[in-house]
Nanobody, 119 residues
Framework: VQLVESGGGLVQAGGSLRLSCAASGNIGDINAMGWYYQAPGDQRDLVATITAGGTTNYADSVKGRFTISRDNAKNTVYLQMNNLKPDDTAVYYC??????????????WGQGTQVTVSS
């Protein structure tokens, strides 16, 4: 299983970016998908998650600014980021919890994509 992210980059404060993450390979049923971020010297923290049924969860710091969505037919999750702030600067990682042949959920991670917000 591979998760391939795209859409990161450099943007000015107040701008927008859209991240995408596509899962490929020998994929079983995908449970939750999500995005996490990690700034230098910090731990990896939750940004947002979305279940297979579409239930979403957001970190308080991004509520009202970020929107997570997914296309189950394409095994793809998106993160629309609006009104970006310098504090949003980090490497963003895609996560997918995928059922294996035994029905166990296995976590997979993308390689990360850099988001830099200038003031």
């Amino acid at each position: 299983v591979q998760l391939v992210e795209s859409g990161g980059g450099l943007v000015q404060a107040g701008g927008s970016l859209r991240l995408s993450c596509a899962a490929s390979g020998n994929i079983g049923d995908i449970n939750a998908m999500g995005w996490y971020y990690q700034a230098p010297g910090d731990q990896r923290d939750l940004v947002a998650t979305i279940t297979a049924g579409g239930t979403t969860n957001y970190a308080d710091s991004v509520k009202g600014r970020f929107t997570i969505s997914r296309d189950n037919a394409k095994n793809t999750v998106y993160l629309q980021m609006n009104n970006l702030k310098p504090d949003d600067t980090a490497v963003y990682y895609c996560n997918a919890n995928i059922l294996d042949a035994y029905g166990l959920g296995i976590d997979y991670w993308g390689q990360g994509t850099q988001v830099t917000v200038s003031s």
